[in-house]
């Protein structure tokens, strides 16, 4: 495929973005289509296809340089499959310009995976607050200006110093060949990254630090995480759960990295004490909240801590004397586990999103028995819940146990935190399902109405879907062995 | 031939007098006739040192500057007579509208 | 063994059978549900079509052991894993039990399950979980294993709660999930030692597969750490089949279970599912040969505690089908203390797998027998499950409980049961294994105690169902099943009295394991007469208590347990591990961090950003007030800022 194609998946959302907003009373239905066309379309553009636009010497070292690699690939595809069947999920009698939003969020979060040139990176990176800001104040819920806020000022923050990163990268650059080059492959390469002083070094790598970690999120910087996923609504939860949190991520693994060759043992313990706080810290926050949507929040911020996890082996491997391949395992199940939560999060926050309809509330304690009255909605419930809780044959549990079998080598007995950590995340879901779904039904709720179709059949695809990448892994699984193998190589 | 010192003396003391009445007056016209005054020093040290240097681009400059600071005047006082039709005041003070 | 691999190797008759075992319980699960859910007049047939499946599966297993198929067949999965089948005599003859007992089960619950409208979930459940129990048997990978692991846990989590309304049957399929998970979660740490531990001696060719498992474990303990590490792999999977085979300290869950339907218990928590954990600590036998001995002795007091353990919890209870489940788990208890006996003395490991498991299959018989007629008593009895409210049932439905009898004396290993020839078996062992190792002590004397309580508890309950006189309305009024679910309790009452000819048959085909191996061959081990028989006399003076007390009352249970005090009411409070875990550790101790955490989230973590934001409001309003608004301030600081930074550039020298 020639490889100006790569474009297309940039300009084709632009474009639906657009063409959405005219679309009046049809928006949905013209919106579920032109999604569904652009899954068909992403599938073809398997990696590695690079291209790129503008001399960096130029244009001060920007350029439109975009690349398909083996991470971003995946979750190019997770990101038009979950926008797919958000808006598929989603009522029609919305603002068309809702779609217009979901639209636009899929064009940044697609040129966040795929722009290969740090300055583009940051501008996608900013242009997703945008949508986001957006959607959560016109349909949030009753905190949504505090929330529409924090969440802008939040992730924003760490964004600026991450600017601040990119433009010490660019100057060492310049300092050293006398021209601008912003391009990732080349700013951070090891002869680049050398020969910044250490201190300059430490901030370049807290600027992105902070970014990526807040995005994730990770303990401590979680908390707009919740707050952002309890007010907006049930789709836009969906959206922001499954997507935006792989931003992060994606940045851990194909920036973060990078510095692998410059870092102390230090970094290692300190990301290993994160991801270890971050499980068992959003397990036990899981296990006493009231609220069905901010328990699947504390739930999300627990599977990212996985993704912590992956990182921490990598960087802690190489000080201890292992070769990287070591940490492969652990690698791999940290990139499958942004695959995985991206495709299990929204059937939950979905279901949660059904009961909050015909219910008119998410408390814990209000609800009981609901199998009665909702048969289908148990069963997705059911099903989205033991994916969550990694249980096998789901595709959480093949990234689950891949970074903890991974990481025994590295971390030995602390596994054992992750693993109680396991014990409690199985609990609070168990206890959810058991407070919710089954025992006596409550009869104050009156005569409810089971799930829709418009909300029933996108989520027992998606489960179907999880059913199916938790079986065989091994098509996306395998682009993560070989994008593992780069960092190794790197 | 006036020593070049004594016409810059007299543009500092303008200066001075002009930037006292800035940070002083209550008054906007009053205001006004002190940005006059800090104008008019500049172009006064303009055409010393023209002269000096026996080159008439520097006075060019001034007439410029005279004819740039008629018009800035100009639009000061519509601006204090707008004022003084809302007011009944030209004073500074009631200028603060738009803080906070 | 002849290994296969790929597409050719997936279409030799042999693999694709072995395959098809457990793939075609599964699909029948992905039909019936739904199908059962889109049209009504499907239900009623779904039990049949459910049946016919596993029987077919039970087909597929004979016609393994009948080719005397052994074979490992793998093709690639994810990473450098692979899935596939791993058939040798230790798998068939787990995949014919299954599939053999759970067909009995399914037919009985044809029509035991029948009034229920939802029961095309019910069967379609119960699908799965064979089929899950049937792919954990002839998993060749551990991955693979795991999944279908937690598929039948997950499967008996569905199923305990399958009367979902019941607030005891959530209640206790969430303990059951939980505690199992417990274990499961040290299975995962488990098979991380094992990955780490066969990394370095079979490299990519997938560390987990049970082949290179079994057949490099020795090179692995020529490592340095290497025996430390199969024993640490060993200890944690151990954790994990505790967790699945209800041992101390996770044997909790098991009488919770007991609210699911009884055909569920008997399948599930009886039969088959329990009994995984002591087929993965068979199926891996080389980690535990090849380990520190500690590793060794863990199984084995473990499983001769809780022999010991379950069978004083079961003297006390009066629920008929927790009394059965605290014997499941003491006879689980046997099972893996013999294995234990095996590895502590390691030559004896060619006998000791065969008795192992022979036990578990007789086991599986006799529990699902007496499961089953405890289900019809329950049928009858319209859900009356303690004890003090049946009697004089022999006289009411004299075939239930004649086959109840014969599975008492099955399970008590009365001559000439198969119980005599399984878990005596067990017992000489421990002892002859004492003969060369003094440490063993103390594993057989708990052995034979056990014995002797599984008689009490056994015809305890026997006696005071079977005689004496209805003392409750609905006792008085019982009768027998249906033939569909006599069927059954009589092919599984025949299983009991007669499997014990096949016994050396048995030994001998699973000794074909070790073919090869050093440890090819059995040991034969005699003990004294005496010693070979103090169990048997147990027995009898067990069975002459019970019917003192509970046969002829002559004497009464109360004063006894009046008079024992405290210890009765230990007993009586399950030794307070339920206590312990639910109410102190569960609700208490988990439940108070957490709100501990919750509280720290909301008030220091995100205290400290609001904060943040506020401290920059509060902040900004206070610096705005610079904003006079007055033009003449502005300047003064104009002009004082042109000061500060002509007399900073005077001092820098910068004019």
Redo the contacts between chains.
């Keep these: 495929m020639p490889s100006e194609y790569l474009l297309l998946l940039l300009l084709i959302p632009l474009l639906f973005s657009i063409i959405s907003l005219f679309t009046g009373k049809y928006s949905k239905i013209v919106s579920s289509v032109l999604a569904g066309l652009f899954i068909i379309i992403v599938l073809p553009f398997l990696p590695n296809i690079n291209y790129s636009i503008l001399n960096p010497a130029k244009y001060f070292g920007i350029s439109i340089f975009l690349d398909i690699s083996y991470l971003s690939y995946p979750l190019v595809l997770l990101t038009s499959i979950v926008i797919f069947f958000a808006i598929l999920y989603q009522d029609g009698k919305i603002e068309s310009s809702y779609f217009s939003y979901l639209f636009f969020l899929e064009f940044s979060l697609i040129g966040v995976f795929i722009s290969q040139n740090l300055i583009l990176f940051y501008i996608f990176w900013e242009l997703v607050l945008i949508p986001s800001y957006f959607m959560i104040l016109r349909w949030g819920g009753p905190k949504k200006d505090y929330t529409a806020l924090k969440f802008l000022i939040y992730t924003h923050v760490g964004s600026v110093l991450m600017l601040v990163s990119i433009f010490i990268l660019g100057y060492n650059y310049y300092a050293m060949t006398g021209s601008f080059n912003f391009n990732i492959s080349t700013v951070l390469s090891n002869q680049y990254i050398g020969n910044l002083s250490s201190l300059l070094l430490f901030i370049v790598m807290m600027g992105f630090f902070l970014a990526f970690f807040i995005k994730l999120p990770t303990f401590p910087f979680h908390t707009w995480a919740p707050d952002v996923y309890v007010e907006s609504p049930t789709t836009s939860s969906m959206v922001f759960s499954g997507l935006l949190s792989k931003m992060g991520a994606f940045g851990l693994f194909s920036i973060f990295v990078r510095f692998l060759p410059f870092s102390g043992s230090e970094l290692g313990y300190l990301l290993l004490a994160l991801a270890l706080i971050s499980i068992v810290y959003a397990a036990f926050a899981a296990l006493a909240q009231k609220d069905l949507k901010r328990l699947i929040a504390y739930s999300s911020i627990g599977h990212m801590g996985f993704i912590t996890l992956a990182i921490s082996v990598l960087f802690l491997a190489s000080p201890l004397g292992l070769p990287s391949s070591d940490a492969y395992l652990a690698l791999e199940g940290g990139m499958f586990m942004m695959f995985a939560h991206g495709l299990i999060v929204p059937i939950l926050f979905g279901s949660v999103g059904s009961i909050e309809r015909s219910t008119g509330t998410r408390a814990i304690r209000d609800l009981g028995g609901l199998t009665k009255m909702m048969p289908n909605l148990a069963f997705v419930m059911v099903g989205g819940f033991l994916a969550s809780l990694g249980l096998p044959g789901m595709a959480g549990f093949i990234a689950e146990f891949s970074v903890i079998v991974g990481s025994w080598n590295i971390i030995s007995y602390l596994a054992f935190i992750v693993v109680f950590g396991l014990v409690v995340v199985a609990s609070y879901h168990i206890w959810a399902l058991q407070r919710t779904l089954f025992g006596p039904y409550n009869n104050y709720l009156g005569n409810i109405k089971d799930m829709l179709p418009r909300e029933f059949w996108p989520l027992i695809i998606l489960l179907i879907l999880v059913i199916i990448v938790g079986i065989y892994p091994t098509p996306i699984y395998s682009m993560f062995v070989h994008y593992a193998q780069l960092i190794g190589g790197m | 031939m006036i020593p070049m010192i004594y016409v810059l003396f007299i543009s500092l003391l303008m200066f001075t007098v002009g ?1 006292y009445g ?4 209550k008054g906007g016209v009053r ?1 006004l006739i002190s940005i006059e005054i800090l104008v008019n020093s500049a172009n006064l040290n303009i055409v010393a040192w023209a002269t000096m240097h026996s080159d008439p681009s520097g006075i060019l400059f001034v007439l410029i500057s005279i004819a740039i600071a008629a018009a800035e005047s100009a639009v000061g006082f519509a601006i204090l007579i707008a004022l003084y039709r809302q007011t009944k005041n030209v004073g ?2 009631s ?6 | 063994m002849i290994s296969y691999s790929g597409l050719n190797g997936f279409l030799e008759p042999q693999v694709f059978a072995a395959v098809m075992i457990f793939l075609l319980p599964i699909i029948i699960f992905m039909f019936v549900l739904p199908l059962g859910k889109k049209f009504h007049g499907f239900r009623k047939y779904s039990g049949i079509v459910v049946t016919t499946g596993i029987f077919i599966s039970f087909l597929l297993a004979y016609y393994l052991y009948y080719t005397n198929a052994n074979l490992y067949f793998y093709s690639a999965w994810f990473n450098n894993f692979t899935w596939g089948v791993y058939i040798d005599p230790l798998s068939i003859a787990m995949a014919m039990m299954v599939s053999g007992v759970s067909f009995l089960i399914h037919m009985f619950a044809i029509g035991y399950i029948g009034k229920d409208p939802n029961k095309h979930v019910y069967f379609a459940e119960t699908s799965l979980f064979t089929g899950g129990m049937l792919g954990v048997v002839l998993s060749s990978n551990m991955v693979m294993f795991f999944l279908f692991w937690e598929l039948v846990g997950l499967c008996s989590y569905l199923l305990i709660g399958f009367w979902w309304y019941k607030p005891n049957a959530a209640s206790a399929a969430k303990k059951a999930f939980i505690v199992t998970r417990v274990g499961d979660v040290l299975l995962i740490l488990g098979l991380a030692v094992l990955y780490w531990s066969f990394l370095p001696v079979v490299g990519n060719n997938d560390p987990l597969s049970i082949y290179n498992i079994i057949h490099y474990a020795l090179n692995v303990a020529q490592l340095p750490n290497g025996q430390f590490n199969l024993a640490l792999a060993g200890a944690l999977v151990l954790g994990g089949a505790a967790g699945k085979s209800a041992q101390f300290p996770l044997h909790v869950w098991i009488p919770d279970a007991m609210e699911g339907p009884t055909t569920v218990s008997a399948l599930i928590h009886a039969a088959t599912m329990v009994t995984a954990g002591i087929y993965l600590v068979a199926r891996i036998y080389p980690v535990y040969v090849y380990a520190l001995p500690w590793a060794d002795y863990l199984v084995l007091y473990i499983g001769a505690f809780t022999a010991f353990l379950a069978g004083t919890m079961g003297l006390v209870m009066n629920d008929i089908k927790r009394i059965l489940a605290y014997s499941t788990i003491s006879q689980l208890g046997y099972m893996l203390a013999a294995l234990g006996l095996g590895f502590v003395m390691v030559n004896t490991i060619g006998n000791t797998i065969g008795i192992s498991i022979y036990h578990l299959i007789v086991h599986a018989f006799l529990k699902a027998l007496l499961f089953l007629s405890a289900g019809a008593i329950l049928y009858a009895l319209l859900d009356t499950r303690d004890i003090r409210k049946m009697g004089g049932l022999w006289k009411k439905m004299p075939i239930t409980i004649t086959a109840m009898f014969i599975g008492a004396l099955t399970l008590v290993g009365f001559p000439p049961t198969a119980g005599y020839f399984s878990k005596d078996e067990i017992i000489s062992l421990a002892y002859f294994v004492y003969n060369q190792n003094p440490y063993v002590l103390y594993a057989w004397i708990l052995l034979v105690i056990g014995a002797f309580l599984t008689t009490l508890y056994t015809f305890r309950m026997f006696f005071t169902v079977a005689l004496g006189k209805p003392k409750s309305y609905a006792a008085e009024h019982a009768k027998d099943p249906p033939w569909v679910m006599i069927v059954p309790m009589i092919i599984l009452s025949i299983l009991a009295l007669i499997f014990g000819i096949f016994q050396s048959g048995f030994y001998n085909y699973f000794s074909s394991m070790f073919t090869g191996t050093k440890y090819a061959g059995t040991v034969s081990f005699s003990i004294p007469l005496y010693i070979e028989i103090i169990p048997f006399l147990l027995v009898l003076l067990g069975i002459y208590i019970a019917w003192v007390f509970y046969g002829s009352h002559r004497l009464s249970a109360e004063k006894v347990a009046n008079g024992s005090g405290a210890l009765y009411k230990i007993v009586k409070a399950k030794y307070y591990l339920d206590f312990l875990f639910t109410n102190i550790i569960a609700e208490r101790i988990i439940v108070f961090i957490a709100i501990v955490v919750s509280l720290f989230d909301k008030y220091f973590i995100d205290g400290i950003v609001n904060g943040l934001g506020l401290m920059a409001k509060y902040g900004s309003m206070a610096f705005r007030k610079a904003q006079t608004g007055i033009v003449q301030n502005y300047a003064v600081m104009v002009i004082i800022g042109l000061l500060v930074f002509l007399i900073i550039g005077k001092i820098l020298g910068v004019f």
Excluded: D, M
């Excluded at chain 2, 800035?22 to 007056?25: A, D, E, P, R, S």
């Excluded at chain 2, 200028?95 to 906070?100: A, T, Y």
């Design positions: 930037l800035i940070l002083t007056v205001l500074l003070k200028l603060k509208e738009l803080r906070w």
